[in-house]
């Protein structure tokens, strides 16, 4: 099972994603919630397998915020989940401690993909 912490401002994206990824046997979304310095206290405490992250709608130094929830779960993947992203932006992120960097206009399936090859070893 693969256990989901979802940091994110807006309470329907929160509930629309936990819903579609708890309906999916491998998922179990922890908990989620729309503060960002709550949700590094959460990463800290249940060490997620995988964090989802938007950081532009709360904080002003996003990157900070990824640096800040990476350590306070450091064999968590953290996954920013956001809708749109500049290509420096994404650097940014990458570099401060982002596994993957996804758009909100992924359907679930596909972000359900996205975080099973996050965490799942590649067959060879």
């Known amino acids: 099972m693969i256990n989901v912490l979802i940091v994110d401002e807006h309470g329907s994206v929160r509930e629309l994603v936990a819903r ?12 989620h919630t729309g503060d960002v310095l709550l949700g590094t206290e ?23 915020m990824c640096q800040r929830i990476a350590r306070a779960s450091p ?13 420096e932006e994404e650097q940014a992120f990458l570099e401060a401690g982002a596994s993957r960097c996804l758009l909100k206009g992924l359907s679930l399936k596909a972000l359900a993909q996205e975080l099973l090859s996050l965490v799942q070893p590649v067959a060879r």
Do not use: E
């Open 75 to 87: 064999g968590s993947r953290l996954v920013v989940f956001t809708s749109y992203l500049l290509q």
């Open 42 to 64: 959460l990463a800290w405490f249940w060490k997620p397998d995988i964090t989802l992250f938007d950081p532009k709608t709360t904080c002003r130094h996003c990157s900070d």
């Open 20 to 31: 579609g990824l708890n309906a999916d046997p491998q998922f179990r979304v922890v908990t």
